[in-house]
């Protein structure tokens, strides 16, 4: 639907059935204080009767809020909310601290996971930083970030800018004061999502099937425990968010299932890409990125040594996992909990 | 000259991204001047001092924030001009809500902090609304999906608006920030040029120092409240 189409809405059908049709009519009536407008009438002529002064205080004369309601409708058209579509990322190195170049140009497909290692303070944030933004050769580390193999020019990255990426860190919270049912119901609403019924209640068993603990729908979001919340975000990102790139830093010992919940967003075809000092984490993803005073020094393909490896460490972190499960439930902490 | 006007409620972060910024911009020491307005004090003079930014404060105080502003604006232009500056950046606090400092043709960003509520932006009128850039700071502790229903609210208000996410402390998002601000226009002087709407409407008895409460002291442009019967 474009403009014109949604003049028609104002100018043929009531607000009644308009707010049927589209609910999202009632924030834009709620946001110029016209709620109590007749609802019997459509809105071109119920705006005949609103009060002048009201809808002067908003900058906006009775035409203008015409003009408003045609943009507003155009912006939360669900042809609007598509993300775009990523299918490879590529990284083209640039230079280190020292100014030495990297040397690498790596290329990443949707569904891949790829984990970025290396000690405090090496540049991995700076390399999320970088694929964030989209760096064309302009950051400080002079990288480029091509999407689906081409470069972009700077109105092509504004365009993209914040539909892109979404991001996942030990320090994010949640802060509105909402059931969980009522908050993945607001933020579906925000992603225009269609079906949000079932998308919520899958939404809501996948972020149950990661936590340790389980919660409700009812539970509150600002009561969740920290594993509990952060399943309920990568669930959340999985199955709400559009974003095609995930983009995840330092989420370890955090009472999830997290090898489960990095598959969980390879598989809704997203490309993750963790920065982590976690070992299961890690070896998890395909490639590896190993950063060093600011630069890529290697990318490692996971090897076959490595996948056996792999099942001993989820071994030792199974006996780690089991240890607070038993404390939790107030049972001695023995020896023998340590065998499994 | 170029000339870029920033506003934004108290305490929102705007002297944080405003010195990221500048820090992103690359440009020589001293050549970036700011000029904030603010009402009864200030401490941000000091953050900028120690990034050796030439900072000049103005305080309303007893006026309105924004006829404070729009009385001033062309002399901080002519002050950045005289001073050599590539760039003028205005700080500005808007505080009743109602605010608007910006200009027709003056790059126009809007600073507004994540953590003050989802429908904070759909409550903010002129001032997020009337915006170029609507910078949003501090969202990297809060969850991606609440930032998602943050920049939703945003886009209701204003569906033009570019938003960014910036984050003050290590300069996260100011970089793309830096970038649209690259777009700002030079100018030289703002006399005739207009505000993007108007300031709130004042001149009653109580703007010129009246204290006593009662219809009868009430003169000039006074709004009253309706209170229906329950």
């Given at each position: 639907m474009i403009r014109k189409d949604f003049l028609a809405l104002a100018n043929d059908i009531s607000i009644e059935d308009l707010l049927l049709e589209h609910p999202i009519v009632a924030d834009f009536l709620a946001n110029l204080r016209l709620d109590n407008i007749p609802r019997q009438l459509p809105l071109s002529l119920a705006i005949e009767e609103m009060d002048e002064d009201i809808i002067q205080e908003f900058g906006l004369d009775k035409f203008g809020v015409l003009i408003s309601f045609c943009e507003f409708m155009e912006t939360f058209s669900t042809a609007k909310a598509q993300n775009p579509a990523v299918a490879t990322l590529t990284i083209i190195g640039g230079l280190n601290k020292s100014g030495e170049p990297e040397n690498i140009s790596l290329t990443i497909s949707s569904g891949d996971i790829v984990s970025i290692v290396g000690p405090t303070g090496s540049g991995k944030s700076r390399l999320l930083n970088d694929i964030e933004c989209l760096a064309q050769g302009d950051t400080p580390t002079m990288r480029r970030i091509l999407v689906n193999g081409v470069e972009l020019d700077d109105l092509q990255?504004?365009?993209?800018?914040?539909?892109?990426?979404?991001?996942?860190?030990?320090?994010?919270n949640f802060v509105m004061d909402l059931t969980v049912r009522e908050f993945l119901y607001l933020h579906a609403k925000s992603r225009l999502t269609v079906n949000a019924e079932q998308v919520i209640e899958k939404c809501f068993l996948g972020a149950n099937a990661l936590a340790g603990e389980k919660f409700l729908l009812d539970t509150k979001i600002t009561q969740l425990s920290g594993g509990q919340s952060r399943a309920l975000m990568i669930a959340d990102t999985a199955y709400i968010s559009n974003s095609p790139i995930v983009l995840i830093d330092e989420i370890e010992n955090a009472g999830i299932d997290r090898r489960q919940a990095i598959e969980l967003l390879a598989q809704r075809e997203k490309l993750v890409f963790i920065s982590t000092h976690d070992p299961l984490l890690a070896l998890s993803a395909d490639k590896r990125i190993v950063i060093k005073n600011g630069g890529i020094i290697k990318v490692m393909e996971i090897i076959q040594a490595e996948k056996q490896s792999l099942k001993a460490i989820e071994k030792l972190d199974g006996i780690l996992q089991n240890l607070r499960h038993c404390l939790r439930e107030g049972d001695q902490i023995t020896v023998d909990l340590l065998k499994a | 000259m170029k000339l870029i006007t920033i506003a934004g409620p108290p305490s929102s972060g705007k002297t944080s991204v405003i010195l990221k910024l500048i820090e992103c911009m690359g440009l020589p020491i001293g050549s970036v001047g700011v000029v904030k307005f603010d009402c009864l004090t200030s401490f941000d003079n000091l953050r900028y001092r120690e990034a050796n930014i030439p900072i000049q404060t103005?305080?309303?105080?007893?006026?309105?924030?924004?006829?404070?502003f729009v009385s001033n604006i062309d002399d901080a232009v002519q002050w950045g001009i005289r001073s050599g500056f590539q760039m003028l950046i205005t700080e500005s606090a808007g505080l009743c809500n109602r605010c608007s400092p910006y200009i027709n043709g003056v790059f126009s960003v809007c600073v507004i902090d994540s953590l003050s509520g989802t429908n904070t932006p759909r409550k903010i009128g002129p001032l997020l609304k009337l915006a170029d850039i609507v910078a949003v700071t501090k969202a990297d502790i809060i969850s991606q999906a609440e930032r998602e229903v943050f920049a939703f609210s945003i886009k209701q208000v204003n569906s033009h608006a570019r938003v960014v996410f910036v984050n003050g402390i290590t300069g996260q998002g100011s970089f793309i920030l830096a970038k649209y601000l690259q777009q700002a226009r030079d100018i030289q002087t703002l006399r005739d040029m207009k505000l993007r709407f108007t300031t709130p409407a004042a001149v009653c008895s109580y703007c010129t120092g009246e204290t006593r409460i009662g219809e009868s002291h009430q003169m000039g442009m006074m709004k009253k409240m309706e209170f229906k019967k329950l």
């Open positions: 990255r504004f365009e993209m800018e914040g539909k892109l990426v979404a991001q996942l860190s030990q320090n994010m | 103005g305080f309303s105080g007893k006026i309105c924030p924004d006829h404070y």
